[in-house]
């Protein structure tokens, strides 16, 4: 099959089959799109194209990247843009070879999640309940965050939860995470307490609305914005209003640290890894293992308190 002239569709025809063949959410697809036309714009300017790019160009595209300053995990997330969509166009017969397969990227550099301990974390769920212009938008903050610790959900997953997954008083909530792959997690007692106090709210209001002529929302977090439901960067602009008010430092503390404070607090208190990695939604445990961090502490105390050599030492 002929190659097409144009980048735009390389890049358009790549993140379509993404989507349709594996599945792949619409910010990895925007990810993936940014990345490419960088690449792409950068071939242009030497007098190359998707096309025609030989190998020697690409780790050349590389050089250029690392002394524009860019980070490590920027660079390594470039390169697989880039093999990926070189795999694609082989397997089309766009290009009879991958120049990209025997590149090594620059890896990732392996820090550990920024977290909170569980006294932060119940200083911020004290401050949701104050926090508000009035009595509904507290209720509101508490439902978030009180939702949030008590599942790990990303950030995205929350501020689009349905409002039917909210209905029954549920002790599971089922929620559609990354490629639109499902998972059930369970709640606490608060949440699920901070859950039907919002509900019961949302729904007054809901009603009002309808007294108006006004549609009904399908989101359990409605807005009158354009996507209609809160949206994250009003849900990070909150945390961060919260973190002050707890007395925490505020870059210390986003959506995505709450999330990783499930996962470091489950983990802590003996949970196994693998359950942790099917509340995280994560696809590999791979992912997940960033967090064994936490258990350090714990084996050593298992060791010095059951090792028969211990006792000696």
Excluded at 119 to 136: I, Y
Aim: with cysteine.
């Amino acid at each position: 099959m002929t190659a097409p002239d144009n980048g735009h569709i390389w890049i358009a025809s790549f993140v379509e089959a993404q989507a349709a063949e594996l599945g792949a959410a619409t910010n990895t697809q925007l990810a993936y799109a940014r990345d490419l036309k960088d690449f792409g714009s950068w071939l242009t300017g030497k007098g190359s194209s998707f096309a025609g790019a030989t190998r020697d160009q690409i780790e050349a595209y590389l050089v250029h990247c690392d002394a524009q300053g860019l980070a490590r995990a920027t660079r390594a997330r470039r390169l697989s843009a880039i093999k990926q969509l070189y795999r694609f166009a082989f397997e089309e017969g766009w290009r009879s070879e991958n120049p990209a397969i025997q590149i090594t990227g620059p890896g990732r550099d392996k820090r550990l999640p920024k977290t909170l301990s569980v006294e932060e974390v119940d200083r911020l769920m004290e401050a949701a309940t104050t926090h508000g212009r009035s009595p509904a938008d507290r209720v509101r903050n508490t439902c978030l965050m009180q939702v949030l610790y008590a599942t790990g959900m990303r950030v995205s997953e929350l501020v689009s939860l349905p409002v039917s997954a909210a209905r029954g008083d549920p002790q599971l909530l089922l929620i559609r995470g990354k490629g639109d792959k499902e998972r059930m997690v369970p709640l606490s007692p608060d949440a699920r307490e901070a859950l039907a106090t919002w509900l019961a709210l949302r729904d007054e209001a809901e009603e009002a609305g309808r007294q108006k002529s006004k549609a009904s929302s399908l989101f359990l977090f409605p807005s009158r914005g354009k996507a209609g439901h809160l949206t994250r960067h009003r849900f990070y602009l909150l945390v961060k209003d919260l973190a002050v008010e707890a007395g925490i430092s505020p870059d210390k503390v986003t959506p995505h640290t709450l999330r990783h404070a499930f996962a470091t607090h489950l983990l802590a208190g003996g949970a196994d890894l693998r359950a942790i990695q099917t509340l995280l939604g994560h696809a590999d445990v791979a992912t997940t293992e960033i967090y064994t961090h936490v258990l350090e502490d714990r084996l050593r105390d298992l060791v010095l308190d059951h090792h028969p050599l211990a006792g000696k030492a």
